[in-house]
């Protein structure tokens, strides 16, 4: 399992795991915080001084898999939990779609939730899981700060087919409502684009 191996303050630990004659348990971390996913919807969205907190914390934990050549493929926020401090640390979990590249095997199955998807991972062909990690963590970024996904169209959020027709298109803005600098819009458009070798990875 690849969440066996990985051990970083922004991954949940994973513990043990427990065979009983009728149920399979695994044992991780408690995370008493909660998602972060919850966290926006109490506050609509975040300023970008917290969205670059959380932010700061998710590609710590995503870089550290990636160091591990482990890509996790279903970033998103529910599958980012928060400790019950003060000033929140966040916790990826859920590697239940993973990947390790340690035998040089791309990915090509089409995983993961559709408001995240990487318009690459749509395609059916092989793909870096790495960036397609990447453009999701764009995603979360997004939502944090706006409050609502960045391909979804607002006046049918559960229309998937045209939110994969936007994904494919990279057809997106940040409402001007939500005041954030510069350099986070640059950095969105860095990540957003449809070609991934042209994604920003570093």
């Known amino acids: 399992m690849n969440h066996r191996s990985l051990k970083h303050p922004n991954i949940i630990r994973f513990k043990e795991v427990v065979l009983t004659p009728t149920h399979l348990a695994i044992v991780m971390e408690y995370a008493s915080g909660g998602e972060l996913f919850q966290r926006i919807c109490n506050a609509g969205r975040f300023s970008e001084d917290e969205g670059r907190f959380f932010f700061q914390q998710l590609i ?7 160091s591990m050549q482990v890509c996790h493929r279903d970033l998103k926020l529910e599958n ?3 400790d019950g401090s003060v000033a929140p640390r966040l916790k990826i979990c859920d590697f ?3 990947k390790s590249s340690v035998l ?3 990915p090509k199955s089409t995983v993961g939730t559709p408001a995240y998807i990487a318009p690459e991972v749509l395609s059916r062909r092989e793909y870096d899981g790495k960036v397609a990690d990447v453009w999701s963590c764009g995603v979360t970024l997004y939502v944090m700060l706006v409050g609502a996904y960045p391909f979804e169209d607002p006046d049918e959020p559960r229309n998937f087919r045209k939110t994969i027709t936007r ?3 990279v057809q997106y803005s940040v409402p001007d409502y939500v005041r954030v ?3 986070c819009i640059h950095l969105l458009s860095r990540i957003f684009v449809g070609n991934p070798q042209q994604v920003v990875y570093s």
């Open 167 to 169: 994904i494919l298109s």
């Open 96 to 98: 239940g779609y993973s």
């Open 60 to 66: 710590s934990g995503v870089s550290y898999c990636h």
């Open 181 to 183: 600098s510069m350099d």
């Open 104 to 106: 040089h095997s791309q």
């Open 80 to 82: 980012t939990l928060l």
